[in-house]
C-alpha cells in the first residue's frame, strides 16, 4: 500500500456535549492551539455512543476514533459515563483482538474545564495516529479500489 | 458414553413423554429423532403420545433445541423440551431477555456426559441448571479446574499473534463469510423480533458482501451478545463456511472475567448482562 | 430533495480571519440539496437574522446549516429566529467554526479545509433532521411536604401563602421536629419554642394546609407535575375530630415509658401528647406499650374516663393515593449513636454523659425537670460541666468524616446557658477549632468567654466515674500537658447523620444519597435545593448538616423552585427525548436498566402472531422524565429506541460525510 | 475437648510462678490437656520488634510452625499476654500477606500456612465448655470478695489483630472470675496501659499509671485485683510497697492471677499454688474469703 504523499490522519472524536465539547470551546476561547485533523461529533452524553459507530467510522475512512465524556462522577445524567466506561472497555479490547492498533481507538474523560488537556490530547493523538501511518483495517475504500486482486 | 446408561435414559425419556403427551401437561414435546445418516439427529416435534417412541437419545443429540420456543410464544399449552446442559442455560438466556415465559415451557432434564461435538471438551454444566422432571441420574460434572483451563484456551493462544497475523486471519475468515445470518438464527442471546442486518437502515449496515461489510456484521454480532453469550457452540457448528465464531465472541467473555469478576451466562436465570449495569469500583483506563 | 440554506458567518474577523468564508460558501453550495450558501459579517445579529428569515421566504428553504460559533452560545437564539418562520425551529445544524476551528488552527488553507468538512457534516445531519415539537405535560398544582420539622412547616408556609394546596406528612404525632425540642436558639438566645411554635400554629390554621402527623409516605411513582404518592396513615386509636386535647386520659394510663421526646430522660404514658405545645393538640396511643393494645393486660381505662368517647381500640392504618405536582423533602436528621462508638467515654453507662439534645430538655421549662438543670443520675445541681465538642464528628476512625457545623455555636450556647442558671458554676470546654461563620456568631462566641467559658484546645482522651466525680483526662495542645478536670456531669455535641429510614424515602422517590447517606443535590454550589429527578426538592439538613438560618433559608428556596413549577399551566418538555419504534421493539428492557431517570416503562399493546390476536410488552419513555442524554439507544440491538435530534442516522450520516 | 498445643513462655518460670502453678492445678482439676510446643523458642517480646520487624515476625512464627509440624489440629494456647500479641502479629502476617508469608517461611526454614487459631487463656477459660467444667469443679466460694479485673493492653489491642470484641470494656474474665463467687467491680481502667518496662528504666515517671490504676480500682469498691498476664501482675504486685511509701498511698489491694482465684475455689492449699509468693500479701485476704461451699461467711 503506497502511502499517498500528502496524507493527512483523519481523526473524528465523539464528545460529550456537556464537558469534552465545553472543554473544547473553552480551549478555542483561550487561542489554545492544536492540530486541524480532529473532527468533533457532538452527542449529547458519552453514553449516546454506540460501540457500532466505531465500527462504521473505520469502514468509511477515519484513521482514528476517540470517544471523550465526563469524568465518572461528574456526568450530567448521573450515571451515564459509567455505562460508557464498560462498554469500551469491552469494545478496545474486540478492536485490538481483531488486529486495529491499540492507538487508533481511544477513549477518554476530559471535563468542560480542562481545556489544556484537550488540546495536549489532540496533539498527542494526532502525532500518535500520524506516526501510524493510513489506516487499511476495516475500510471499504481498500475494496472499491480492487480488494483481493491487489494484494 | 457407557451405553446401557445412556440406552436405560433413552427409554426412560420415552416412557415420561409418553405419559406427559397422554395427561396433557404438554401440548408437544421438542426432542431429537433420527435422520437418514445414523450419526445425525435432527429436532422432532412429537405431538401425539404414540410419536413418543421416535425420540432417540444417542452421542448425536446436539441441536440446540431452546430457540424453537420463540416460534410459539404464545402457546395454549405448555411447550416439552429436552434440555441438555447447554439447552438449560439456553432457557435461562431467552427467559433473561424476557423473550419467553417460564411458565409456558415444561423441561426435560437430560443429564449428557457429552456429545460428538467439540465445544463438549470443556463443558462446565453437563446436568441441566433448570429443569421441571429429571430423566435418570445426574452424571458427574467436569473438574473446576479442566472445564476453567479448557473455556479460554483458544483466545489465549490466539492473542499471541501479532497485530497484523491477527487481522490477515480475521480478514480471511471474513472473506468466507457468505452472510447467510445461520450463526444468528441459530444463537439464543440473538432473540431480537427484527435483527439490525435485516432492516433497511442505510448507514447502518451495508447489504454488499465485502469483506468490510462482513467483519463490521462479525463484530457487531460479538458484542451484541458478547456479555450474553452462553458458549454453547452452535454458532460455529452450523456456520456452513466454518468461521471459528466462538473465538470471537468468546473474547468479549474473557474480558469480562478478567475485569468484572467471574461470570457464566444462563446460570442463575436473574443475573443482569454486564452492559445492563453498571459497578462504581470499575477499572478506570480512560482518565 | 431537501433545500437546504447555508450561511457562513464572518463573526466579524473571528472567523474570517483564519478561515475563507467565501471558499467554504462557495464549496458547500456544491453539495446537492444546498439551494443557498452565502456568508454574512455577523449572522446572530439583528439584520443577520433578517436575511435569514427572507431568503427561508425567497428560496422557500427547509432546513438551515449556520456556520459560526459554538452552537451552545446561539443555538437557542437561532432557533427562537425560526419560531417566526414556517421552519420548524429544529430543522437547523450549528457548524463550529469559531472555537473548534478558525480559534485553534494556525494554517489558513488547512483550517479553511476543516472548516468545509465540519459545514459537510452538518449539511448531511440537517439533511436528516425532522420537525420536533415539544409536548406538554399537566401540572397538579398540589404539593407535597415530607417532614414536619422546621424546614418542611417553613416550605409548607410559603407554598401555602402563594396560594398553593400544600399537604405536610409527619411520622411523629406532632410536628416541630428537633427545633421545638431546643431551649434557646443561637446566637440571639431567644427562646426556641417562642418563635418556631406560632409558625407551627399557622401550619394547622392556614387553609391551604393539610397536616397529616403519624403518617409515612408509602409508595411514589409517576413525574413532575404528576406524582402519584401512597401515604399511610398509621393507626393513633383516637379520633382527632372529636378528642378536643383536655389531656384526662394521659392523667389515668397506668404505663409509663421512657420519653423519646425529652431524649430517655422523664417518662411518658403510653396515651400521650408528643410535648405541650404539640399541634395537633391531641393525644395518640402508642400500641406497642399499650397493656391494651400489646395484650399485656385488660386495663382500657383511657377509654373509660375520656367524656367525648373518642378512643378507638380497633383503628387499622390505613392507605390514601393523591396526586402531586411536586414534592419536598425535609427529613431533617438526628444525633448519631455515640454509644456505639466511644467506649473511652463509658459508651452510656454512665448516667450523667449526655447529648446535646438531652441537656437541651433539661434546660427547657417544659423539659422533664421544668428548666432546672438536674444531672440525671441524682437530680443534683452539677456546679463542674465539661462540653465535649466534635463526638463523632471530624473523626474518620470512629465517626463521621466532615463537620458538622452547628456544633461549635449550640456548644457556646449551653456553657452560656449554664453559667447563667448555675451560679459559681465551671464550664469547660474541650474544642478542635472553633467555627463561628454566621452573622453575630464571632461576638457570640467571644461573650461566652468573657462570662466565664473555659475553652481547652485539644480532645478530651477518656472520662471514667471516680466517687461521684466525672474524670475527664484529655490534653491542651496550646501548653502541650495533660489535662484532668473533675466534672459533675458532661454534654457531649455529637455528629449530626441523616434522620433514621431516610434510605427508605430515598429509594421511594427514586433520588440519590451521597456516602454519607445525606440526600444528593443536583448540584452542590448551582442547585442546591433540586435534586436529579425534575419536581422534587429539598429542605434543611436532609442535604447536611446545617443550623436554623440556613434551613429556613433553603426551606423558602425549595418553595420559590416549587411555585415555579406551578407558575405555568403546562409544563414543556425538550422535545429532543427518545422515542420508541413500536414494531421493532421485542420487550427485552435492556433500555429500561440503563435510563438514569427510570424514564422507561414497559406498556402492553396489542400485537399479532399468525392469525392470533396476542398481547406483547414494548418499551415506552415517558416525556416528563426523559432527559435525552441516549444512554438507551446505545443499549437497544435493534435501534427501536432512537434520541429525537441526535438519532443514529443523523450521527452516521455525520461520519459519512466527514469520510467522503 | 480441652487439648491446646501450649507455649508457656519464659515468665512461667520465673516472674510468673504462681501462675504456673494455678495453672497446672487448674487443668488437672478440669481436664484440660496441654500439649506443650517441643523445641519452642522466646517469642521476641518488646525487644525483637524495635529491632527488625522480620526478626519479630519469625521468632513466634517458628513456634506456631512447631505445632502446626506435629498436625494435631490443635489452636495454640498461650498464657501470657505479650508472647500471646506477638504470635497473634505473625498468625496474621501470613493469612493476610502472601509476600511476608514467603519471606517468614524462608526464614524459619519451615512451612507455615497459619491454620490453626492462636489463643490467650482467656479465649479459652471463657468457652462454654470451660466454664461448665470448672463450674463442676468448685468446692469453695469467694462470695463477697470484690475484685477489678484488670486485662491490660495487648490482650485487646490492636483490634484488626486480636480481633476483640470490645478494646475499652473487655468482659471476659469477669464472666470466668464471677463462676467462683466473687463480684467483678464495674471500674474504668481495665485495659489502660501499666507502664510494662517503663517501671524498670523510669520508675518515677511511669509511677503514676500504675497509681491511677490502683486508685480507680479501690475508688471502685475492690479489694483486689485480677491480672491475665505476668507482667502487669509483676508491676502491680511489686510496686504497690513502693507507691504507698513514695507517693504517701494506702493501697491494700493483693494482685491475683485469675487462675489463682480458680484453684482456691477449687480447693487448692496456699502452698500449692504459691500464695506466699506474693510481693504484695495476698495470703489473709483469701483466707478470710475463701469458705467451704455451703459454710456461711
Known amino acids: 500500500m503506497s502511502v499517498e504523499k500528502n496524507w493527512e490522519p483523519k481523526i473524528i472524536a465523539f464528545t460529550c456535549n456537556w464537558c469534552t465539547y465545553t472543554g473544547a470551546d473553552l480551549a478555542g476561547l483561550n487561542r489554545m492551539k492544536y492540530p486541524e485533523n480532529v473532527h468533533l461529533v457532538r452527542v449529547p452524553c458519552s453514553s449516546r455512543v454506540n460501540p457500532q459507530f466505531i465500527l462504521r467510522a473505520f469502514q468509511k475512512g477515519c484513521d482514528g476514533v476517540m470517544v471523550c465524556g465526563c469524568h465518572p462522577g461528574d456526568c450530567h445524567y448521573a450515571t451515564g459515563n459509567y455505562f460508557t466506561r464498560r462498554r469500551f472497555m469491552l469494545m478496545k479490547r474486540l478492536l485490538e483482538y481483531n488486529g486495529i492498533d491499540p492507538q487508533r481507538f481511544q477513549a477518554r474523560w476530559i471535563s468542560g474545564s480542562e481545556a489544556a488537556k484537550f488540546r495536549d490530547t489532540m496533539t498527542q493523538v494526532t502525532a500518535q495516529i500520524r506516526e501510524l501511518g493510513p489506516n487499511s483495517k476495516f475500510q471499504e475504500k481498500w475494496y472499491q479500489e480492487g480488494g483481493p486482486e491487489n494484494e | 458414553m457407557n451405553d446401557t446408561l445412556e440406552i436405560k435414559r433413552e427409554a426412560q425419556l420415552r416412557e415420561t413423554a409418553r405419559r406427559l403427551l397422554e395427561d396433557g401437561t404438554v401440548g408437544y414435546i421438542i426432542g431429537w429423532g433420527t435422520t437418514r445418516f445414523e450419526d445425525k439427529t435432527a429436532p422432532l416435534f412429537a405431538a401425539k403420545p404414540e410419536e413418543a417412541d421416535r425420540l432417540v437419545w444417542n452421542e448425536y443429540c446436539i441441536n440446540s433445541l431452546a430457540k424453537y420456543s420463540l416460534d410459539d410464544k404464545y402457546p395454549e399449552k405448555k411447550i416439552g423440551i429436552c434440555v441438555r446442559g447447554c439447552d438449560s442455560r439456553a432457557v435461562n438466556r431467552l427467559v433473561n431477555d424476557k423473550q419467553i415465559e417460564r411458565e409456558n415451557l415444561f423441561l426435560i432434564g437430560m443429564p449428557c456426559s457429552g456429545k460428538e461435538n467439540s465445544v463438549c471438551e470443556g463443558c462446565s454444566h453437563k446436568n441441566p441448571v433448570v429443569y421441571d422432571i429429571l430423566i435418570g441420574e445426574p452424571v458427574e460434572e467436569n473438574t473446576e479446574e479442566k472445564a476453567s483451563a479448557e473455556r479460554f484456551r483458544e483466545i489465549e493462544e490466539f492473542e499471541k499473534m501479532s497485530p497484523d497475523e491477527r487481522y490477515e486471519f480475521w480478514a480471511k475468515q471474513y472473506d468466507k463469510c457468505i452472510r447467510c445470518y445461520a450463526c444468528r438464527n441459530i444463537c439464543p442471546a440473538c432473540s431480537c423480533k427484527e435483527c439490525y442486518a435485516d432492516q433497511y437502515m442505510v448507514g447502518w449496515q451495508g447489504k454488499q458482501n465485502n469483506r468490510a461489510e462482513s467483519q463490521v456484521y462479525g463484530l457487531t454480532r460479538a458484542y451484541h451478545v458478547g456479555d450474553r453469550c452462553i458458549e454453547c457452540g452452535e454458532c460455529e457448528r452450523v456456520c456452513p463456511m466454518g468461521l471459528p465464531i466462538m473465538r470471537q465472541t468468546k473474547k468479549m467473555l474473557k474480558d469480562i472475567n478478567d475485569l468484572f469478576g467471574n461470570y457464566e451466562c444462563g446460570v442463575e436465570s436473574e443475573r443482569a448482562p454486564v452492559l445492563g449495569e453498571y459497578d462504581l469500583t470499575d477499572r478506570d483506563e480512560f482518565m | 430533495m431537501s433545500r437546504t440554506g447555508v450561511i457562513i458567518c464572518h463573526c466579524g474577523t473571528n472567523i474570517a480571519s483564519m478561515v475563507d468564508v467565501e471558499k467554504v460558501a462557495e464549496e458547500i453550495g456544491k453539495i446537492p440539496g444546498v439551494v443557498y450558501s452565502v456568508t454574512n459579517k455577523y449572522t446572530c445579529s439583528e439584520p443577520g437574522q433578517q436575511m435569514i428569515k427572507d431568503a427561508i421566504e425567497e428560496h422557500s428553504l427547509d432546513r438551515i446549516v449556520i456556520g459560526a460559533c459554538t452552537p451552545r452560545m446561539h443555538e437557542t437564539t437561532f432557533r427562537k429566529m425560526l419560531k417566526g418562520t414556517k421552519i420548524n425551529p429544529y430543522m437547523l445544524e450549528i457548524a463550529n467554526l469559531r472555537e473548534q476551528c478558525a480559534w485553534v488552527h494556525t494554517d489558513k488553507e488547512k483550517a479553511t479545509e476543516k472548516a468545509i468538512s465540519l459545514v459537510r457534516m452538518s449539511v448531511a445531519k440537517v439533511g436528516s433532521n425532522k420537525p420536533l415539537f415539544t409536548s406538554f405535560i399537566p401540572i397538579h398544582k398540589k404539593a407535597l411536604v415530607i417532614g414536619g420539622g422546621i424546614a418542611g412547616i417553613q416550605a409548607a408556609l410559603d407554598i401555602a401563602d402563594a396560594g398553593h394546596e400544600v399537604t405536610l406528612v409527619e411520622r411523629e404525632p406532632s410536628i416541630g421536629g428537633k427545633m421545638v425540642m431546643l431551649d434557646k436558639t443561637f446566637p440571639t438566645l431567644d427562646c426556641s419554642a417562642c418563635i418556631s411554635t406560632p409558625k407551627m400554629v399557622d401550619v394547622s390554621a392556614h387553609p391551604n394546609i393539610t397536616l397529616k402527623t403519624s403518617c409515612e409516605v408509602e409508595a411514589v411513582t409517576g413525574y413532575v407535575g404528576n406524582f402519584e404518592v401512597t401515604i399511610r396513615q398509621k393507626a393513633r386509636y383516637v379520633n382527632h375530630d372529636i378528642c378536643t386535647g383536655c389531656g384526662l386520659c394521659e392523667t389515668k394510663c397506668p404505663s409509663k415509658i421512657s420519653d423519646e421526646f425529652n431524649q430517655g430522660i422523664g417518662e411518658r404514658k403510653a396515651i400521650y401528647k408528643l410535648f405541650p405545645q404539640a399541634v395537633p393538640a391531641k393525644p395518640v396511643i402508642d400500641a406497642q406499650n399499650c397493656r391494651k393494645l400489646n395484650g399485656s393486660a385488660k386495663c382500657g381505662v383511657c377509654q373509660i374516663v375520656c367524656p367525648l368517647q373518642c378512643i378507638d381500640f380497633e383503628d387499622k392504618d390505613q392507605l390514601i393515593t393523591e396526586t402531586y405536582g411536586a414534592i419536598v423533602v425535609a427529613t431533617g436528621y438526628e444525633l448519631i449513636d455515640w454509644t456505639k462508638l466511644y467506649g473511652e467515654y463509658g459508651s452510656g453507662r454512665y448516667a450523667d454523659v449526655i447529648s446535646g439534645l438531652q441537656f437541651e430538655r433539661l434546660v427547657n421549662a417544659s423539659g422533664p425537670t421544668e428548666g432546672h438543670i438536674l444531672r440525671p443520675s441524682d437530680q443534683k445541681e452539677p456546679k463542674d460541666v465539661v462540653i465535649v465538642k466534635c463526638v463523632g464528628s471530624r473523626d474518620e476512625k470512629k465517626g463521621k468524616s466532615y463537620c458538622s457545623r452547628a456544633c461549635c455555636m449550640y456548644g457556646a450556647k449551653h456553657a452560656h446557658q449554664i453559667l447563667e442558671k448555675i451560679p459559681g458554676s465551671n464550664v469547660y470546654i474541650f474544642y478542635m477549632d472553633v467555627r463561628t461563620p454566621g452573622k453575630g456568631y464571632e461576638e457570640f462566641y467571644n461573650r461566652t468567654r468573657e462570662d466565664g467559658a473555659t475553652y481547652i484546645r485539644g480532645r478530651v482522651a477518656k472520662i471514667y466515674k471516680e466517687g461521684d466525680k466525672l474524670i475527664c483526662t484529655g490534653e491542651d495542645t496550646l501548653i502541650g500537658k495533660p489535662v484532668t478536670v473533675k466534672a459533675d456531669m458532661v454534654i457531649l455535641e455529637t455528629a449530626m447523620v441523616p434522620a433514621r429510614g431516610v434510605e427508605e424515602i430515598v429509594s421511594k422517590l427514586g433520588i440519590s444519597m451521597d456516602g454519607d447517606h445525606w440526600v444528593q443535590e443536583a448540584h452542590p454550589k448551582l442547585r442546591p435545593v433540586e435534586t436529579q429527578t425534575a419536581g422534587i426538592f429539598l429542605a434543611g439538613t436532609c442535604q447536611g448538616p446545617k443550623d436554623i438560618p440556613d434551613t429556613v433559608a433553603q426551606a423558602s428556596a425549595a418553595a420559590v423552585k416549587v411555585c415555579g413549577v406551578f407558575s405555568k399551566e403546562q409544563m414543556e418538555t425538550s422535545p429532543m427525548i427518545s422515542r420508541v419504534n413500536e414494531e421493532k421493539c421485542c420487550g427485552c428492557e435492556f433500555c429500561v436498566k440503563c435510563c438514569p431517570y427510570s424514564a422507561i416503562a414497559m406498556k402492553e399493546i396489542d400485537g399479532r402472531e399468525g392469525n392470533r390476536k396476542i398481547k406483547r410488552m414494548v418499551a415506552t419513555v415517558n416525556s416528563g422524565l426523559c432527559q435525552g442524554c441516549g444512554a438507551c439507544t446505545a443499549a437497544c440491538r435493534t435501534g427501536a429506541i432512537d434520541l429525537l435530534g441526535y438519532t443514529n442516522d443523523q450521527i452516521l450520516k455525520e461520519v459519512d460525510a466527514l469520510c467522503l | ?297
Not at chain 4, 46 to 66: F, Q, S, V
Not at chain 4, 142 to 155: E, I, N, Q, R, T
Not at chain 4, 177 to 188: C, N, Q, R, Y
Not at chain 4, 189 to 215: W, Y
Request: proline letters at 4%; hydrophobic letters at 40%.
Open chain 4, 1 to 297: 475437648m480441652l487439648r491446646y498445643a501450649y507455649y508457656p513462655g519464659c515468665s512461667m518460670d520465673s516472674t510468673g510462678a504462681t501462675y504456673k502453678k494455678s495453672i497446672e492445678f487448674v487443668a488437672e482439676k478440669i481436664g484440660l490437656d496441654l500439649r506443650e510446643i517441643k523445641d519452642w523458642n522466646c517469642c521476641g517480646a518488646t525487644a525483637a520488634h524495635t529491632k527488625d520487624e522480620m526478626m519479630a515476625l519469625a521468632l513466634p512464627a517458628r513456634n506456631l510452625a512447631l505445632a502446626e509440624s506435629e498436625d494435631l489440629g490443635l489452636d495454640i494456647a498461650i498464657p501470657c499476654a505479650a508472647c500471646y500479641s506477638r504470635m497473634k502479629y505473625s498468625l496474621h502476617a501470613v493469612r493476610t500477606d502472601e509476600e511476608k508469608k514467603e519471606q517468614i517461611q524462608e526464614i524459619i526454614e519451615m512451612p507455615y500456612e497459619g491454620k490453626n487459631d492462636v489463643l490467650s487463656f482467656l479465649d479459652i477459660f471463657s468457652t462454654e465448655e470451660a466454664m461448665e467444667a470448672c463450674r463442676s469443679k468448685m468446692v469453695r466460694t469467694l462470695s463477697g470478695l470484690k475484685v477489678a479485673c484488670y486485662y491490660g493492653c495487648l490482650l485487646s489491642r490492636p483490634h484488626e489483630v486480636t480481633g476483640g470484641e470490645d478494646t475499652e470494656n473487655p468482659m471476659d474474665m469477669d464472666r470466668i472470675v464471677a463462676l467462683t463467687g466473687a463480684e467483678p467491680v464495674d471500674w474504668s481502667f481495665k485495659t489502660e496501659c501499666c507502664g510494662a518496662s517503663h517501671q524498670v528504666d523510669v520508675p518515677k515517671e511511669a509511677r503514676p499509671l500504675l497509681d491511677r490504676i490502683l486508685r480507680n480500682a479501690q475508688a471502685n469498691g475492690a479489694q483486689a485485683i485480677v491480672t491475665a498476664c505476668p507482667l502487669c501482675n509483676m508491676n502491680l504486685d511489686m510496686r504497690q510497697a513502693e507507691i504507698n511509701e513514695k507517693m504517701e498511698k494506702k493501697y491494700n489491694l493483693p494482685v491475683y492471677q485469675f487462675t489463682e482465684l480458680l484453684a482456691v475455689a477449687m480447693g487448692a492449699g496456699a502452698k500449692e499454688i504459691g500464695l506466699h509468693k506474693h510481693f504484695f500479701p495476698a495470703f489473709e485476704l483469701m483466707k478470710k474469703y475463701a469458705k467451704r461451699a455451703g459454710e456461711n461467711g
